[in-house]
C-alpha cells in the first residue's frame, strides 16, 4: 500500500522568509513524488514532479529515498505562495496501483 | 480551452435521494478520473478510466455509487442513496494518458447530505 504523510496542517511564515512543507511517503516500490497546489477560488493544479528536478515558481523539491521524503522548499516566500499544497505519489511501475495518492494537505500562509 | 467542467457546483440533498454529477473532460484526454475530498483530508480516487473502460474502481463503494463513461468523453458519477457520510467534494480530473502523471482537474461538485 501506499501512503503519504504531510504532518503539518497549517504553516505561516512571513514574506521573505524560507518555508519547507513537509512531505513523507510510505511505498515498498519506486515512487514518483508530485506537489499540487490549490490557490483561493481555482482548482487543483500541478506545482511540480521530482523526475523533472525543475523549480517552479522558486520551489524546489528533491527526493530522498533513504529518509522517504520528498519536502517542498523555497528560500524567500511570497504571499502569492498562500496555498493549500497537497504531496502525491504513484507508483513508478503502472499496472492497476498505478493511481495518484494524497496527502492530506498544508496549507500555507505568507504574512507581509 | 474551458478545462474540465463539472456540475452542478454545489447540491444539497437529504439522506436517501439519488444525486448525480457530470464531468466534461479536455478534449482529447483519454483518461478520466473521479475523486472524493472529504473535509480536512486530501483526494481520494475512486475510479479511474481508460476512454470507456474502467480501469480502477476498487475504491468505488459499489452498494450505492456507480459511474459511467459512454463513448469515453463525458461521465457521470451517481450515488443512490446517498448517505450522511456522502457530504464531499467529487473532483473530476482527466489527463492525455498516465506517463506525466499530471492530472487536470476540475472545480469539484460540493456535495451536502442532510
Known amino acids: 500500500a501506499q501512503r503519504v504523510t504531510q504532518p503539518e496542517k497549517l504553516l505561516s511564515v512571513f514574506k521573505g522568509a524560507p518555508v519547507e512543507l513537509k512531505c513523507n511517503y510510505s511505498?515498498?516500490?519506486?515512487?514518483?513524488l508530485f506537489w499540487y497546489v490549490q490557490y483561493s477560488r481555482q482548482r487543483l493544479q500541478l506545482l511540480l514532479r521530482?523526475?523533472s528536478r525543475e523549480s517552479i515558481k522558486g520551489f524546489t523539491a528533491d527526493l530522498n529515498k533513504g529518509e522517504t521524503s520528498f519536502h517542498l522548499k523555497k528560500p524567500f516566500a511570497q504571499e502569492e505562495d498562500s496555498a493549500m499544497y497537497y504531496c502525491?505519489?504513484?507508483?513508478?511501475?503502472?499496472?492497476?496501483?498505478?493511481?495518484?495518492?494524497f496527502g492530506k494537505g498544508t496549507l500555507l500562509t505568507v504574512n507581509p | 480551452e474551458a478545462g474540465v467542467v463539472q456540475s452542478p457546483r454545489y447540491k444539497i440533498i437529504e439522506k436517501k435521494q439519488p444525486v448525480a454529477f457530470w464531468c466534461n473532460p479536455i478534449?482529447?484526454?483519454?483518461?478520466l478520473y473521479w475523486y472524493r475530498q472529504n473535509l480536512g483530508q486530501g483526494p481520494e480516487l475512486l475510479i479511474r478510466?481508460?476512454?470507456?473502460?474502467?480501469?480502477?474502481d476498487s475504491q468505488l463503494p459499489k452498494d450505492r455509487f456507480s459511474a459511467e463513461r459512454l463513448k469515453g468523453v463525458d461521465s457521470t458519477l451517481k450515488i443512490q442513496p446517498a448517505e450522511l457520510g456522502d457530504s464531499a467534494v467529487y473532483l473530476c480530473?482527466?489527463?492525455?494518458?498516465?506517463?506525466?502523471?499530471?492530472?487536470?482537474f476540475g472545480e469539484g461538485s460540493r456535495l451536502t447530505v442532510l
Open positions: 478534449s482529447g484526454h483519454n483518461t
Open positions: 521530482h523526475i
Open positions: 502525491a505519489l504513484r507508483p513508478q511501475s503502472g499496472g492497476s496501483n498505478y493511481k495518484l495518492t
Open positions: 480530473a482527466s489527463s492525455s494518458g498516465t506517463v506525466t502523471g499530471e492530472l487536470f
Open positions: 511505498y515498498s516500490g519506486s515512487p514518483e
Open positions: 478510466y481508460e476512454n470507456e473502460e474502467a480501469v480502477d
